[in-house]
């Protein structure tokens, strides 16, 4: 089976723009969660979706949304970027719904705002 | 509150030595566990991970992790490091009451030759 695929793997915007970064999930998953890597603050989730709907929302302004497709691939959209936006964006897919299910990540994008 | 915390961002060790990451997490009852492990410019990759089956986990590349209810802790080890072990691990916990995965500040490892 193909991996978690993240598209692009970098990106460079400035600030005020927005952004959008795609994941295609491990064929045959339907949960996606989102994650931001940063020097400062290290891993914070953002958000999960599951079969079309966020089941799980991190602390992160509403700049940062998100969406899942039908197919299981998910999009994360942010919104008027700042400086701080810069990260490592990391995807990650599990086949079901339980809590300890294994969370496969995808390579990350990795977004610089200027 | 911070729910698992890494003691050390910084461990060194000889090749051929013993490998100790430490992993303390804070919950009343006992969650999921999980190591990671990052190398540069690339995602995350499960090591182990713990359910509330055996508390010895044994994962890849011949690490394991014990957890201890007593000691709130879930220290990962490798008996012998090995050069391509270099890189930056992560302890993750998920909780009973909360869907998200909280990821401790990691431990970045270097080994010496």
């Avoid at chain 1, 089976?1 to 915007?13: E, F, H, M, N, S």
């Avoid at chain 1, 020097?39 to 953002?46: A, D, E, K, T, V």
């Avoid at chain 2, 566990?33 to 410019?41: A, D, E, H, K, T």
């Avoid at chain 2, 990759?45 to 007593?70: M, R």
Wanted: proline share 4%.
């Amino acid at each position: 089976k193909a991996g978690v695929t993240q598209t692009p793997r970098y990106l460079i915007k400035t600030r005020g723009q927005q952004v959008t970064l795609s994941c295609s999930p491990i064929s045959g998953h339907r949960s996606v969660s989102w994650y931001q890597q940063t020097p400062g603050q290290g891993l914070q989730f953002l958000f999960e979706y599951f079969s079309e709907t966020q089941r799980n929302k991190g602390n992160f302004p509403g700049r940062f949304s998100g969406r899942q497709f039908s197919n299981s691939r998910s999009e994360m959209n942010v919104s008027t970027l700042e400086l701080g936006d810069s990260a490592l964006y990391l995807c990650a897919s599990r086949g079901g719904q339980g809590l300890s299910d294994t969370q496969y990540f995808g390579p990350g994008t990795r977004l610089t705002v200027l | 509150a911070q729910s698992v915390t890494q003691l050390g961002s910084h461990v060194s060790v000889s090749e051929g030595a013993l490998v100790l990451l430490r992993c303390n997490y804070s919950s009343s009852v006992p969650p999921y566990l999980f190591w990671y492990v990052q190398y540069p410019n690339q995602g995350l990759q499960l090591l182990l991970k713990y359910t509330s089956a055996a508390t010895l986990v044994k994962g890849i590349n011949g690490f394991e992790a014990e957890f201890k209810k007593s000691e709130t802790s879930f220290h990962l080890t490798k008996p012998s490091a090995h050069m391509s072990d270099a890189a930056e691990y992560f302890c993750a916990v998920i909780l009973y009451n909360n869907n998200d995965m909280r990821f401790g500040a990691g431990t970045r490892l270097t080994v010496k030759p």
